[in-house]
């Protein structure tokens, strides 16, 4: 997704959110872009950027569950 939107790369975190612990199937979080920035919210705006983002979460998906 990095890759896909031109954004760095801030890695895996490691959290203990109830909403993935408590999953009874497997689940992400991911945050692709932080409203908090300007330059990231304005990239937001744009139609583009989130079909990248939908894009980059699905071969993701696809990749984990494929190995």
């Known amino acids: ?3 896909a939107l031109k ?3 801030r890695g895996v975190k490691r959290s203990k959110l109830y909403v993935l612990n408590h999953s009874k199937m497997p ?3 991911i945050e692709p872009l932080f409203i908090t920035n300007p330059t990231e ?3 937001l705006k744009k139609p583009s950027t989130r079909q990248k983002i939908e894009e980059a979460t699905f071969r ?3 990749n984990y569950f494929s190995k």
Do not use: F, H, Y
Request: glycine share 6%.
């Open 27 to 29: 689940a992400s979080l």
């Open 1 to 3: 997704m990095a890759k």
């Open 60 to 62: 993701g998906i696809r």
């Open 41 to 43: 919210l304005a990239l």
């Open 7 to 9: 954004r760095p790369n």
